[in-house]
């Protein structure tokens, strides 16, 4: 059981009136949980980690950028699998990405085994987020969300001032 006052909060907990979070603020505010809140763990570096379990973020990719998508926007099997492993040196740490239409928007969530929160997840949010612009973009849709769900969220030691 977490400590008090040491969960996320949900935007259900935060009120219908609240409006949603800037992204910045959301990853922002996930560095700041780990380093409240994350436990101590070794890693496969030595170098060691602060982590947390189950981390998510919704990004809305919604805006005057695109203009209208030609996918079978009723088709939940829009999935793009990234794990080959006899191709790879290392397993990847995004795993597994699946697209979603509604209302002419596309919307993507990934699902990241493991997140290196000051120097991986930036990028994979900034190239899941531009990837769904351009599937959107090519498709005649609008970009809806970017949902980006980590399994393993840490901060190496080494990244912490003292």
């Known amino acids: 059981m ?8 949900s935007a259900q907990e935060l009120g219908a009136e609240q409006p949603p979070q800037h992204g910045e ?7 700041k949980h780990i380093l409240r809140c994350g436990f101590r763990k070794e890693d496969r570096t030595g170098t060691g980690t602060l982590s947390v379990f189950g ?10 950028l695109v203009a209208d998508l030609g996918l079978l926007p009723e088709d939940v099997r829009l999935l ?16 597994l990405c699946q697209f979603y239409v509604v209302n002419g928007e596309l919307s993507c969530q990934l699902y990241q085994r ?8 930036p990028f994979n ?29 840490h901060i190496y030691l080494n990244h912490i001032e003292p």
Do not use: K, N
Request: with cysteine; aromatic share 8%; hydrophobic share 45%.
């Open 80 to 95: 793009h699998w990234l794990w080959d492993l006899p191709l790879m040196a290392l397993p990847p740490c995004h795993a």
């Open 125 to 153: 949010i900034a190239s899941y987020s531009l990837l769904t612009y351009m599937i959107a973009h090519i498709t005649g849709l609008q970009p809806g969300d970017f949902v980006h769900t980590l399994g393993d969220a």
């Open 114 to 121: 493991s997140g290196d929160m000051g120097l991986g997840v």
């Open 2 to 9: 977490p400590a008090a006052g040491s969960e996320l909060q």
């Open 55 to 64: 981390m998510q973020a919704r990004y809305s990719l919604r805006g005057d």
């Open 25 to 31: 603020l959301q990853y922002l505010g996930q560095i």
